[in-house]
């Protein structure tokens, strides 16, 4: 059986069409040429003849029989019956020739029809029926089949860092590494781009072999790549999916086309957990994946329809409890699903593409609405990494700024601490443009990525916003509040004013006053509202008031529905 497996790439691609087999057949018949063969029989019958005539002549000759001269047109004859039998030799080599040429053109048509030219395996219009002759024969053997579906982490990353040259050579030694470790049997595609495939037949009764199979795949795939500029390292998510449904032990019918689907929904779920794993395919994915390819389609059609809008959270000075200014936040107003929060659509949003559109249009909606306010409160607006990828994104902000006539010192850009380590440069060049015309840097939700000192020192930030996970358990006077003393230590020392996020009760208030924070937010003083609402608010506080003092105003954004924050 193991022969069998072995010779079935080579079997399938001669025996899978026969109609087209049979048209290389009549089409190969068609290329002798008749005439050639017509004149080589003429001029063999003719040699025949007129050889046979000397040869009688030369004989009664030799014999001393009296016979007539040898007529010179029966000589001239048989000279060109024999040039004429030369020539054809000629010609049929060189036919010859040509068709072997064009039968290895052929072949090599064929091959770059099904091969992927650069790691020679299978591509993705070879692995489907490949899939189908394969489970075929594993089913009537007593096997099942299992799809692997394989996708490089962030292999982009190499390619613009490395270049093109090196990330062809990363698919080359990757494709090798998979290869040496699929038993005979197994398929190995290029589906194209990074994305590879397995198909391997396997012992019903042993399924977790599958299991160790991939995770000795993903072990290798890990090890650092050696590249002409240096060394790269990359991970792979994996998504798995068998024609036997291990819940019920039923038997599914192959469907390479079915398989490859399934597979792709659970390489998805292993991208969505956390990269670098692999999972089986179970119903409840596919439920999930067309959820959300309704909400990637709600996006695209919402941000032309103007269903994404700016909400507001106050920022409070702790010291007098006054507005000091607001904070945008992306909500979703879908006609499908309600008030969505952002934590559900701007990843989404940042994976299709349209993260940037629908930024923009809540900026250009947030500074109308901010221009209206008291020219002492400030707007600050959160950065997706995405957007700081564009080396045109601060003359993006600035664009809008000139034409909505807000004053580019009210604004405050906040970047999260992610940002600095996917390009330093970028960011520093972004942050000076934009600093250079008036408007302010935050550094958002710091103490949960890996920025050091040396760069709170050499980029120019205006404060530093401790993220909520910090300031929750301050009250409690643990690890938590000397984390959150630290920081306001630094920010003193820097010259940068601290901003503490999901301030929620009394205590952490209290708590943070006393570490010396000065400025906060927080539902304690109101949910994230409506510009309408701050408008509301703003007039009736007339900026003399308390914040805290003033009722919240009870709409939507108060109502916490499943999808909202």
């Known amino acids: 059986m193991r022969h069998e497996y072995a010779h079935m790439v080579d079997e399938y691609t001669t025996s899978r069409d026969t109609e087209a087999r049979q048209r290389r057949s009549f089409l190969s018949a068609a290329k002798r040429d008749f005439v050639p063969l017509g004149i080589a029989a003429a001029a063999v019958i003719m040699f025949v003849g007129t050889g ?20 010179p047109l029966t000589v001239s004859t048989l000279l060109l019956n024999i ?3 030369i020539f054809i030799m000629r010609r049929h080599r060189d036919l010859t020739r040509e068709v072997a040429e064009r039968r290895k053109a052929e072949r090599r048509a064929r091959e770059l029809a099904d091969i992927d030219p650069l790691t020679g395996c ?3 219009r070879s692995i489907a029926p490949a899939t189908d002759q394969l489970a075929g024969l594993a089913n009537r053997n007593g096997r099942s089949v299992a799809f692997v579906m394989i996708d490089l982490d962030n292999f982009k990353q190499v390619n613009d860092i490395h270049g093109h040259l090196a990330g062809d050579l990363v698919l080359r030694e990757a494709a090798d590494r998979i290869r040496t470790l699929l038993p005979a049997e197994a398929l190995l595609a290029r589906l194209g781009g990074d994305e590879f495939a397995i198909v391997v037949s396997y012992d019903r009764m042993v399924p977790n072999r599958i299991d160790q199979l991939v995770t000795r795949i993903i072990e290798s795939i890990a090890e650092p790549f050696a590249l002409p500029n240096g060394e790269t390292e990359i991970t792979m998510s994996v998504g798995i999916a068998s024609d036997r449904d291990e819940s019920t032990k039923a038997q599914s019918p192959h469907d390479a086309q079915a398989l490859i689907h399934k597979a792709d929904i659970a390489m998805y779920e292993a991208k969505k957990r956390g990269k670098n794993r692999f999972f089986w395919f179970e119903a409840p994915m596919e439920n999930e994946l067309r959820f959300r390819s309704e909400l990637e389609r709600g996006i695209r059609e919402g941000i032309g329809r103007g269903e994404f809008v700016p909400y507001y959270e106050q920022q409070i000075d702790l010291a007098t409890g006054e507005i000091s200014g607001f904070e945008m936040l992306a909500r979703w107003k879908s006609p499908e699903h309600g008030l ?3 934590e559900v659509f701007i990843p989404i949003a940042e994976d299709i593409g349209v993260i940037a559109a629908l930024s923009e249009s809540l900026i250009e909606q947030a500074f109308d609405d901010a221009r209206e306010w008291d020219s002492q409160l400030t707007l600050s607006i959160n950065i997706s990494p995405v957007q700081l990828r564009d080396p045109w994104f601060s003359q993006k902000i600035l664009k809008l700024l000139m ?13 999260t601490e992610s940002c600095l380590h996917e390009n ?3 960011v520093r060049s972004m942050i000076t443009s934009l600093k250079n015309q008036g408007v302010r840097i935050s550094l958002d939700d710091f103490g949960t990525g890996y920025s050091s000192l040396a760069q709170l020192r050499s ?19 643990g690890s938590s509040t000397k984390i959150v003393a630290a920081i306001a230590t630094l920010g003193e020392g820097l010259d940068m004013p601290i901003v503490a996020e999901g301030i929620e009760s009394e205590e952490i208030l209290s708590a943070l006053q006393s570490i010396g924070i000065r400025t906060g ?34 709409d939507a954004a108060q109502q916490r529905p499943s999808l909202a924050g």
Not at 59 to 67: F, L, N, V, Y
């Open 459 to 477: 980029l120019p930030f205006d404060r530093i916003k401790i993220d909520r996970s910090f300031v929750s358990d301050v009250a409690e006077n």
């Open 340 to 342: 969505v929060s952002p």
């Open 403 to 415: 034409e909505s006539g807000f004053p580019p010192s009210r604004l405050d850009i906040e970047v």
């Open 424 to 426: 330093i440069g970028v």
């Open 52 to 71: 046979g005539q000397l040869m009688m002549h030369v004989s009664r000759q030799i014999a001393g029989i009296p016979t007539r001269p040898i007529d």
């Open 521 to 554: 937010q927080g539902f304690l003083f109101g949910y994230p509202e409506p510009a309408a609402s701050v408008e509301r608010r703003l007039l009736a506080l007339s900026r003399t008031g308390p914040a805290r003092a003033v009722s919240q105003t009870g």
């Open 122 to 124: 299978l591509n993705r």
């Open 83 to 85: 040039a004429l039998i």
